[in-house]
């Protein structure tokens, strides 16, 4: 290459040198000037060298051109001394061009990357995501949005096969098809959502020289609008809820204007959606204080505030809350309970609980009915009973209410959760009693259970055991009672191991046990034991100034199980019914009101004394008896079975006047109760009586 040599490296010095420095077809070997600071020195970097006038001896060998770019005369005067050298004159004017166009050219540069720059400052000023590759894949843009998005930083994608920055890329492909890709969506490994469009960059003469994509992040967008279907469907929800709510809603704006009601509101205010809308909240207040006003002045709720709304006024109990919304008061809500359904509910319950207890047996002391004083004193005694693990022996005549006591008694101990058993000891023969109250062993008789059988003191266990007609047992049974109250266990019959037991036996007589014990029927040991503490409950006859009370609630029972409607009893039907005496006590008062409501019709609301039956307080048996059935007796039989009939008729007979009340139709008969159980079994009859 040759060597030149610039002479003058002013601003068309400077010029010529950067050309040949850029098109590297001359090799610049020097630039010299007069002056040290002179553009082309500086630029050449090379030796300063101030030559002053003369130049000629810097001229070296090795220097093939030189290039004058000077106007000076002497500086041609000294070309001419060399001229064995090739020799350029460039004039300044010349040079002048040349150094204007390459400003010119610098300009452009400047301008171009300045463009660029700006470019590139839009790229990156722009929301969306930007990816230009060129024509083989690599990435030549990546903008800042695109690096937030994909997480990748510039440096580390720009240069890169598009797929290694972004593996689901589909731009390589659009390459091939040079179809553009609009607005798809696709998820990032990130889990981001985007939406993108890829188009291919196709020049005039139909190459491709690269694609770009553009795309946005809708993750937000996309979360937001599934926020705004979940808030759809709760609105949807909520509004099915409020619909279909059996209580009335009721919802004010913060002015206390009406802006939402339900259909039960309509149901039970009788104010339509008219009457209530855009109105104050006192529109449907009859009577009462609007608590939708309350609520808001005081931004506190209400519960439970009892008013009466609407044209109607329905009885409510009304519940109010304030709507605060990020602080701010928005309004109130309220619920409406309609009371009248309340009721008529707590009608159904009580209803229910009646049934449940009568299902269960369970009486508790609120059931005993009594204000005499002997009635007093008894269900004291019974109470203070109940706190105690004492035995206790309830007396009176069959009807008074001995099992009532019982249950009573059993309900207010600490054993009410535990299982109460009543045995009626007069009514299974001697040896099955046995058996029952204290179970079998296996083999203990013919017909016994395999494995045996446990007895109803071990299932009466840390429970209550009610003895019933306590005077009927034999003495047998009475011994081992006596065993079960001294020692606390049991053997089984046919057994021989003691089974430890924790009952609290409450037992009940009609009969005078002390007589018992003089005929020598009753153990004195038992009868101690059993008679701690000893309840008499009074017949009613002796306490009859509690027969209008007894009337009143026994109606009210009686009701409840035939679905009646009967108010009470008239002055004159409560005369016959005070001056009779009641030997079946209040069991038979029971069964002689329920006859007589049978016999009411369903519009008398007060009992008279038509509808009851002939209270004679003393009743002649026999007579009626056989007058009755001497003409219906069938007497193609042997005197045996004609004796069992008559009999069987006559118990029945009985049993029906005294309103199927054992004891005292056994009492009429002169027969043990024990007895008359027997002969009921024998003859299979019935108790039309109403217990
Ligand atoms: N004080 C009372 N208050 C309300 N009802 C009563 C009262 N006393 C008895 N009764 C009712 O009278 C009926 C007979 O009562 P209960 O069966 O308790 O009598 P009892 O003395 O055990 O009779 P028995 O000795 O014949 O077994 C029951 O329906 C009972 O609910």
Not at 137 to 143: A, D, E, K, R, T
Not at 249 to 274: C, F, H, K, M, W
Not at 542 to 567: A, S
Request: hydrophobic letters at 40%; one cysteine or more; aromatic letters at 6%.
């Amino acid at each position: 290459m040759q060597n030149v040599m610039i002479v003058g490296a002013g601003k068309g010095g400077s010029a010529i040198l950067k050309i040949l420095n850029e098109t590297e077809v001359l090799n610049v070997h020097a630039v010299i000037d007069r002056n040290l600071d002179a553009p082309g020195i500086l630029l050449a970097k090379k030796e300063r060298i101030n030559t002053g006038r003369d130049w000629k001896p810097f001229l070296s060998e090795n220097i093939d051109i030189i290039i004058e770019v000077t106007g000076d005369d002497s500086v041609f005067q000294q070309l001419r001394d060399a001229k064995n050298k090739k020799t350029i004159l460039i004039p300044g004017s010349v040079a002048f061009l040349v150094s204007k166009l390459m400003e010119e050219k610098e300009e452009l540069i400047k301008k171009h990357q300045n463009e660029s720059y700006q470019q590139e400052l839009i790229f990156n000023a722009t929301n969306d995501g930007m990816v230009v590759i060129d024509d083989h894949g690599f990435v030549i843009l990546f903008n800042r949005r695109a690096q937030e998005m994909m997480g990748v930083k510039k440096e580390d994608a720009i240069g890169k096969f598009v797929a290694e920055v972004i593996p689901t890329s589909r731009l390589p492909l659009i390459l091939k098809t040079r179809k553009i890709e609009a607005n798809q969506e696709m998820v990032l490994s990130n889990g981001r959502k985007i939406i993108t469009t890829r188009i291919p960059i196709i020049e005039e003469n139909g190459t491709v020289i690269g694609a770009f994509a553009v795309f946005k992040d809708i993750t937000e967008v996309v979360n937001l609008a599934e926020e705004i279907t979940d808030l759809k469907e709760i609105q949807t929800m909520l509004q099915a809820i409020i619909q279909s709510s059996d209580d009335a809603i009721s919802v004010v704006d913060e002015n206390g204007r009406g802006i939402l009601i339900n259909p039960a509101y309509t149901r039970i205010t009788g104010l339509s959606q008219e009457r209530v809308i855009g109105q104050p909240a006192t529109t449907d207040i009859s009577e009462g204080e609007s608590m939708h006003m309350r609520v808001l002045q005081t931004r506190r709720a209400v519960r439970g505030v009892a008013m009466r709304v609407g044209p109607n006024k329905r009885e409510v109990i009304v519940n109010v809350a304030p709507i605060i919304v990020k602080g701010k008061l928005k309004g109130s809500v309220g619920v409406i309970h309609d009371m009248s359904e309340i009721k008529s509910l707590n009608r159904e319950l009580n209803r229910a609980r009646q049934i449940i207890r009568t299902l269960e047996a369970k009486y508790t002391f609120e059931d005993i009915l009594g204000k005499s004083d002997e009635m007093m004193i008894a269900i004291e005694q019974a109470k203070l009973g109940a706190k105690t693990p004492a035995t206790v022996l309830l007396r009176g005549e069959s009807g008074t209410g001995k099992e009532l006591f019982a249950h009573a008694i059993h309900n207010a101990s600490d054993r009410k959760y535990n299982k109460f058993i009543r045995v009626n000891c007069a009514a299974i023969s001697e040896t099955l009693l046995e058996s029952e109250l204290f179970g079998y062993e296996e083999g203990a008789f013919s017909g016994a259970r395999r494995g045996g059988k446990r007895g109803l003191f071990e299932e009466a266990n840390n429970g209550s055991i009610f003895l019933d007609e306590i005077g009927e047992l034999s003495a047998n049974t009475q011994a081992k009672l006596l065993r079960v109250l001294q020692e606390n266990e049991i053997i089984r019959v046919g057994g021989t191991k003691p089974v430890a037991i924790n009952v609290r036996i409450i037992a009940a007589t009609h009969v005078n046990l002390e007589k018992g014990i003089a005929k020598g029927s009753f153990r004195e040991d038992l009868y101690y034991r059993i008679n701690r503490m000893p309840i008499h409950i009074p017949p009613l006859r002796k306490r009859k100034e509690e027969i209008p009370l007894l009337c009143e609630r026994l109606i009210q029972k009686i009701n409840r199980d035939y679905g009646r409607n009967v108010e009470g009893v008239n002055q004159a039907a409560l005369q016959q019914l005070m001056a009779y005496d009641w030997p079946g006590n209040i069991r038979e008062l029971e069964n002689i009101l329920g006859r007589a409501i049978i016999f009411m019709n369903y519009y008398e609301t007060f009992m008279d004394v038509q509808h009851l039956p002939e209270l004679k307080n003393k009743q002649i048996v026999s007579e009626s008896v056989s007058s009755q059935y001497s003409n219906t007796v069938n007497l193609d039989q042997p005197l045996s079975a004609l004796m069992e009939e008559y009999e069987a008729k006559i118990i029945q007979q009985t049993l029906n006047q005294s309103n199927g009340n054992k004891t005292l139709t056994a009492k009429k008969l002169g027969l043990s109760v024990r007895n008359l159980y027997y002969k009921l079994e024998k003859y299979k009859l019935e108790n039309t009586g109403m217990q």
